[in-house]
């Protein structure tokens, strides 16, 4: 009973006693020293890295972007395939219409004049035959040029291989180098539109001071003219740390970085795009295995004599691929407040700490 009525008042302290911490001054300068340089320490935090550096006062949004280019140029060619060629736009660049990921012909193996008929394959291990009883008729392996027929066909005077339903005559790409070396001069037109939907804010990378006679001559620099849209391909190139006509060869994928990290507050400097270039497709130094990047297409048309003809181009080039990123930042009363009451409470860990040390001293000497 005693003990039941003891344990219902010692609860009733515990709920209802009033507690306050005790004030102690500590009338010594190494303590006092300690002190204040823990404090500066904690306000040069709050205030270089939490407000400066990282802007905890703001709160933030992503960019929402859209993309268009232009690319713009010429290159002239004269091979034993196709001639003299003089290229422009609506043939090199693949496909025509221009997004944040656009393709330049560098380079091409040229097919002309391939018909559906039968043809002997190209010869490699899986293809060479004595006789016809080593090929089987529809058979078709995906690494090959058609669909066997079942015969054994002279493909050289020394080799026979097997014959293939197929167009022909059959690529043969062994010796290349980039054909279309004068695409190192084309240049591409960068339309880039963002938005930050929470803020409200609206900005594009041609900007508000650049007028059409402007846009018509410059290009873009980063020391003379970093605010022209305009680009060089041997620059962006350059810039990735890339040869052009090394990577002409065999092709590749760069890309264009445009960052629209900006503080919107009205304070702040204004609001522009950074532009970066890198390759994106690592090249391995030393196991450079199937490096680049190429596909093949075909441009048909009709003989005289209504016979269906193709030319087979296997392209290689330059994929170009813009990326926008960034993040945007304004005042706001939250975070502001969050990040203030989060600094307070450091400042009075700093004295707590400091007395809890003193005590624990002051009681190890007692002992
Ligand atoms: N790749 C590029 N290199 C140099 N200038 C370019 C390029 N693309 C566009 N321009 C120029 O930038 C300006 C704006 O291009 P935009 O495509 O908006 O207009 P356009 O009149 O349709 O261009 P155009 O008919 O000359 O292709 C034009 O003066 C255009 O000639």
């Given at each position: 009973?005693?003990?039941?009525?003891?344990?219902?008042?010692?609860?009733?302290?515990?709920?209802?006693?009033?507690?306050?911490?005790?004030?102690?001054?500590?009338?010594?300068?190494?303590?006092?020293?300690?002190?204040?340089?823990?404090?500066?320490?904690?306000?040069?935090?709050?205030?270089?890295?939490?407000?400066?550096?990282?802007?905890?006062?703001q709160d933030t949004d992503?960019?929402?972007?859209?993309?268009?280019?232009?690319?713009?140029?010429?290159?002239?060619?004269?091979?034993?395939?196709?001639?003299?060629?003089?290229?422009?736009?609506?043939?090199?660049?693949?496909?025509?219409?221009?997004?944040?990921?656009?393709?330049?012909?560098?380079?091409?193996?040229?097919?002309?004049?391939?018909?559906?008929?039968?043809?002997?394959?190209?010869?490699?291990?899986?293809?060479?035959?004595?006789?016809?009883?080593?090929?089987?008729?529809?058979?078709?392996?995906?690494?090959?040029?058609?669909?066997?027929?079942?015969?054994?066909?002279?493909?050289?005077?020394?080799?026979?291989?097997?014959?293939?339903?197929?167009?022909?005559?059959?690529?043969?790409?062994?010796?290349?180098?980039?054909?279309?070396?004068?695409?190192?001069?084309?240049?591409?037109?960068?339309?880039?539109?963002?938005?930050y939907?929470k803020f409200?804010v609206?900005r594009?990378?041609?900007?508000?001071?650049?007028?059409?006679?402007?846009?018509?001559?410059?290009?873009?620099?980063?020391?003379?003219?970093?605010?022209?849209?305009?680009?060089?391909?041997?620059?962006?190139?350059?810039?990735?740390?890339?040869?052009?006509?090394?990577?002409?060869?065999?092709?590749?994928?760069?890309?264009?970085?445009?960052?629209?990290?900006c503080d919107l507050d009205w304070?702040a400097?204004k609001c522009?795009?950074?532009?970066?270039?890198?390759?994106?497709?690592?090249?391995?130094?030393?196991?450079?295995?199937?490096?680049?990047?190429?596909?093949?297409?075909?441009?048909?048309?009709?003989?005289?004599?209504?016979?269906?003809?193709?030319?087979?181009?296997?392209?290689?080039?330059?994929?170009?691929?813009?990326?926008?990123?960034?993040t945007g930042g304004k005042f706001?009363?939250?975070?502001?407040?969050?990040?203030?009451?989060?600094?307070?409470?450091?400042?009075?860990?700093?004295?707590?700490?400091?007395?809890?040390?003193?005590?624990?001293?002051?009681?190890?000497?007692?002992?």
């Open positions: 009973m005693c003990k039941t009525a003891g344990s219902c008042q010692g609860c009733l302290h515990y709920v209802f006693d009033y507690e306050t911490p005790k004030t102690l001054v500590i009338p010594n300068i190494r303590v006092g020293c300690v002190f204040r340089f823990t404090q500066l320490l904690v306000v040069l935090y709050v205030v270089g890295y939490v407000c400066v550096v990282q802007k905890a006062y992503s960019v929402i972007s859209t993309v268009t280019t232009k690319v713009k140029g010429f290159a002239f060619t004269n091979t034993s395939d196709i001639g003299p060629h003089l290229w422009d736009v609506a043939e090199y660049v693949i496909p025509p219409q221009g997004d944040h990921s656009f393709f330049v012909l560098t380079n091409m193996v040229v097919t002309p004049e391939q018909t559906q008929s039968r043809c002997p394959e190209l010869p490699n291990p899986s293809t060479t035959c004595v006789d016809d009883c080593d090929c089987i008729e529809g058979h078709s392996d995906p690494r090959g040029n058609g669909i066997q027929t079942g015969l054994c066909e002279n493909y050289s005077t020394t080799v026979k291989t097997c014959e293939v339903l197929s167009w022909c005559p059959h690529e043969v790409d062994t010796k290349l180098r980039a054909l279309m070396s004068a695409a190192e001069n084309f240049t591409v037109l960068i339309k880039n539109s963002i938005t939907p409200n609206h594009r990378n041609i900007l508000p001071h650049i007028n059409s006679s402007y846009l018509k001559m410059c290009e873009f620099n980063r020391t003379s003219d970093p605010d022209c849209p305009i680009f060089r391909l041997k620059h962006i190139v350059a810039e990735a740390g890339e040869d052009f006509q090394d990577m002409a060869v065999k092709g590749g994928i760069l890309g264009i970085l445009i960052d629209w990290s304070w400097k522009f795009p950074k532009y970066s270039f890198r390759r994106l497709d690592n090249k391995h130094p030393v196991n450079n295995v199937a490096p680049g990047y190429n596909f093949r297409f075909a441009k048909y048309y009709k003989k005289p004599d209504g016979e269906e003809t193709r030319m087979l181009i296997k392209a290689f080039g330059i994929r170009f691929n813009v990326i926008v990123f960034g706001a009363i939250v975070p502001t407040i969050v990040n203030l009451g989060a600094a307070l409470s450091f400042l009075s860990l700093v004295s707590r700490n400091i007395e809890s040390c003193i005590q624990k001293r002051n009681n190890t000497g007692n002992l």
